[in-house]
């Protein structure tokens, strides 16, 4: 789970910046010309492959991890008084996971699908810039990332720590360090990404 999660991170990070161009304002130009080498690089494309076989893993181990987890304790607690032992977003992981898991395929379909199936058939890529436009004057698609955005925020509050404690990787020297970093991450990059869409329907970006 760490590791998948840790290379989900890196790609969060990649994916957040390319897109954060749009806000140079310039009519998309420097994001087309990034999302064009992401779109036809051979290298990006085997990555790309590998980034699909991390979601997929993520999920299969969370749900093993979470199996484990209720086969381990089979019968509730007679007395559990779970707020005081965790937070309820490390409990949720699996509900948060799901509800990024929708988004991931309404999100697919709307611009990688399109675009990967015009650049088979045509061999042109479609304008995401324009697209993007489109389907973020549609204020139920911009609530409904801006929701998607809070779900990963939640997730990712408590994913970036379980991560590196996870592998090994937490250290009582460090701990507060990467329980800060790790919130920092949580809030900076869902709220970058859930202002790319309130931007477009503003008219903000142009
Ligand atoms: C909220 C703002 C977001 C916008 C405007 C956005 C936009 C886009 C666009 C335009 C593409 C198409 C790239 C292409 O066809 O080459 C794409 C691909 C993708 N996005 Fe997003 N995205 C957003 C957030 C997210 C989030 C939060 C996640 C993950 C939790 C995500 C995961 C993906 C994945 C997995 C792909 C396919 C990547 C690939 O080309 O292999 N996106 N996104």
């Not at 140079?24 to 990034?34: A, S």
Request: a positive charge.
């Amino acid at each position: 789970m760490g590791l998948t999660g840790l290379f989900l991170i890196f790609f969060l990070v990649v994916h957040a910046s390319i897109n954060g161009c749009i806000w140079f304002n310039d009519g998309g130009k420097t994001f087309l010309y990034y999302a064009h080498f992401m779109g036809t690089n051979f290298l990006v494309h085997i990555a790309e492959v590998g980034l699909f076989a991390g979601l997929i893993l993520h999920i299969v181990d969370g749900l093993l991890l979470w199996k484990q987890n209720r086969d381990a304790r089979p019968e509730k607690y007679a007395y559990s008084n779970a707020n005081a032992n965790s937070k309820w977003y490390s409990r949720s992981m699996g509900i948060l996971g799901t509800l990024i898991l929708f988004f991931l395929i309404v999100h697919l379909r709307n611009f990688w699908g399109p675009n990967r199936l015009n650049q088979i058939s045509t061999g042109e890529e479609l304008n995401l810039f324009q697209l993007m436009q489109e389907d973020f004057s549609n204020v139920w698609m911009v609530l409904f990332y801006v929701a998607a955005c809070f779900s990963l925020f939640w997730h990712l509050l408590h994913g970036f720590k379980s991560a590196f404690q996870s592998l090994g990787l937490n250290n009582v020297k460090y701990n507060k360090a990467i329980e800060i970093a790790g919130t920092a991450f949580a809030i900076i990059v869902p709220l970058v990404f859930a202002l790319m869409p309130i931007s477009f329907y503003f008219g903000w970006v142009k």
